[in-house]
């Protein structure tokens, strides 16, 4: 449980950088899409950073 608490700001970053590949590729870029990944990613880093800060 703990190896996933202090990963799970990486797995936020992958999925949003997903969000942001799939639809490059499929020709389907709306401002949605764009902003969930962009948004994933952010949340991501600060998660991580938090998370890696609290537990050791």
């Given at each position: 449980?703990?190896?996933?608490?202090?990963?799970?700001g990486?797995?936020?970053?992958?999925?949003g950088?997903?969000?942001l590949?799939?639809?490059?590729?499929?020709?389907?870029?709306t401002?949605?899409s764009l902003?969930?990944?962009?948004?994933?990613?952010?949340?991501?880093?600060?998660?991580y950073?938090?998370?890696?800060?609290?537990?050791?």
């Open positions: 449980m703990r190896f996933f608490l202090k990963n799970s990486i797995l936020l970053v992958l999925i950088a997903l969000f590949t799939v639809p490059f590729f499929t020709h389907l870029q401002n949605a902003l969930t990944g962009g948004g994933l990613i952010i949340a991501g880093f600060i998660v950073i938090i998370i890696n800060k609290l537990i050791k």
